[in-house]
C-alpha cells in the first residue's frame, strides 16, 4: 500500500493500562506534517501517557501508533522528541549544556554540540545566559532552553506536555507569542497538552478534546487564526471566541459525563 507521506502521525484505535488502571480505550487521532495539534482534557484522563506512547516510550495493549508511517516503537523514539511535563534541566549544568543534551545523547562530541547550541541562543532570546545555571534564570528563561533541547534534535515530531503549566499569566502569554513564531520560523508536527483552552486554540492547527478515564478524543475543533503574530487580536476575534466557548462546552460535558 502507499504511504501518505503528508500523515505523519496516526494514532487509531489505542488502548493503554497501567495493570488494572484503564488509561486509555479506542482513542484516534491523526496528524498532518506541519499540523499542530492541541490535546486538552481533565486531569488524569491520560495525556501524558498518549505522549509517552507516541515518543515510543510505552506500548498501547491494542490498535496502532505510528509516526511517519512506523509503528516499531524504536522508530518512533527516533523520530519524536518529548518535552516532558516538569522542566527536567539538570541543575548542575550550564544553560549551554543542558541545551546540547540531546545532540551528546546522539553521540556528538560537547564542544561540537554547544556550538550548534549556541547559535540557537539568540534566535530563543538566551543569549548572555549561555553559562548560567537552571536556578539563575527565570520561569520563562528555563522553559526555552527545556524546548530548545526539545528542538535542537531535530526530529520531525515535538511531544509538548503542559509546557508553560508553571509559568504566571503575563510570562505565559509571552512565550505563547514566542512559541508561535519559533514553529512559524520551523514549522513542525507537534502535540501540545495543555490545561488552556485558549493556549491550545492560539498555538495550534486543531484542538482534540479527550474524555475523563479511559481517555479517547470526544471533539475535534479547528482553530481560527492559528500562530497568528497578533495574539491579542487573534483571541479576541469572535471565531475565537465561538471556538473557545464550543471547547469549554465540549469538556464541561465530558466532566459532568464521566
Ligand atoms: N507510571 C504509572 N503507573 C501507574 N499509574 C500511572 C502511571 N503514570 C500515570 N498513572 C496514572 O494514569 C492515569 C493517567 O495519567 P496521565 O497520563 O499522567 O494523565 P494526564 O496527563 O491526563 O493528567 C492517572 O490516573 C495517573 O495517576
Ligand atoms: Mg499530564
Redesign the pocket.
Known sequence: MRQDTRVKLEIAGVGHS??D?R?LSSLTLAGEANEVIGLV??????????LELICGLQEPIEGKIAVEGNSASEERLGRCALMP?RDLLLPWYSAIDNAALALRNQGIGRAEARAEAATLFDRFGLAGFEAARPAELSGGMRQRVAFLRTLIAGKPVLAL?EPFASLDAITRAEMQEWLAAALRADPRTAVL?THDVEEALYLCDRVAV?SG?P?RVVAELSAPHPRAEDRDGAVTDPGFVSAREQALRTLHQTLRGS
Open positions: 497501567y495493570g488502571l488509561t482534557g481533565p486531569s488524569g484522563c491520560g495525556k501524558s501517557t498518549l511535563q506536555d497538552v479527550m478515564r481517555g
